[in-house]
């Protein structure tokens, strides 16, 4: 398996712009989650999925951020429109509702200007 | 709601010496406890987790922790460092919705000096 699979892996947008990032999760995998990584908040929960349905955004931070995953093997995430303090490193991590361990992809790293 | 203190920063041990990395969890019940590892420009890949019973659990890489709840801590352990357990470290606790929301801690870098 190719594991969590993100993309792309670094962004660089100006102040703004839309930007949408990409996961494909785990084959079989029926849990999503998007966290975002930063050096003052540290790893923050922002939405995550059950069979393609949010069960839980209250970790978005504000409305220009959304979330969508059409199918199962599927999921972005947007930021509309963009601002600096987006700046973070952006994982998917998905998981089998059998399983306790999340699995997670490399990360993409959004950079705003 | 829960939450995870890792009270170190940074840290650094010689090749071949042994490490403890400090996690301190606030939950008022039994927690989930997790510590996970981040190799630079890798996502994070699970070490060891705790649900119940044994409190002392071995994880890879030769990785260990010990629930203590008098201490609310989940330590995490090494016998003899390698260069390559160079990394940040994460601990992390689910708490109401057991391990749907993870609340990470602030992590800990690891440096190996030789």
């Known amino acids: 398996d190719a594991g969590v699979i993100q993309s792309p892996r670094h962004e660089v947008t100006e102040m703004g712009q839309e930007v949408t990032l990409r996961c494909k999760p785990i084959?079989?995998?029926?849990?999503l989650f998007w966290y975002r990584q930063t050096m003052m908040r540290g790893l923050e929960l922002l939405i995550y999925?059950?069979?393609?349905?949010?069960?839980?955004d209250s970790g978005m931070p504000e409305d220009r951020f959304s979330a969508k995953m059409p199918n199962a093997s599927f999921s972005t995430l947007k930021i509309q429109p963009s601002e600096p303090r987006d700046s973070a490193v952006y994982f998917c991590?998905?998981?089998?509702?059998?399983?306790?361990?999340?699995?997670f992809g490399q990360g993409t790293r959004l950079t705003v200007v | 709601a829960q939450s995870v203190t890792q009270p170190d920063i940074h840290i650094t041990v010689s090749e071949g010496a042994s490490l403890e990395l400090r996690c301190n969890y606030s939950?008022?019940?039994?927690?989930?406890l997790f510590w996970y590892v981040q190799s630079p420009g890798q996502g994070l890949q699970l070490l060891l987790k705790?649900?119940?019973?044994?409190?002392l659990v071995q994880g890879i890489k030769g990785f260990e922790a010990e629930f203590k709840r008098s201490q609310s801590s989940f330590n995490l352990r090494k016998p003899s460092v390698h260069w390559s357990d160079a990394a940040e470290y994460f601990c992390?606790?689910?708490?109401?919705?057991?391990?749907?929301?993870?609340?990470f801690g602030t992590g800990t870098r690891l440096l190996v000096s030789p």
């Open positions: 084959s079989g995998h029926d849990y």
């Open positions: 999925f059950n069979n393609n349905v949010p069960i839980d």
């Open positions: 939950y008022g019940a039994t927690p989930y």
């Open positions: 992390a606790v689910g708490g109401d919705t057991g391990f749907q929301k993870l609340v």
């Open positions: 991590a998905s998981r089998n509702s059998q399983a306790t361990e999340a699995f």
């Open positions: 705790y649900f119940s019973g044994d409190t």
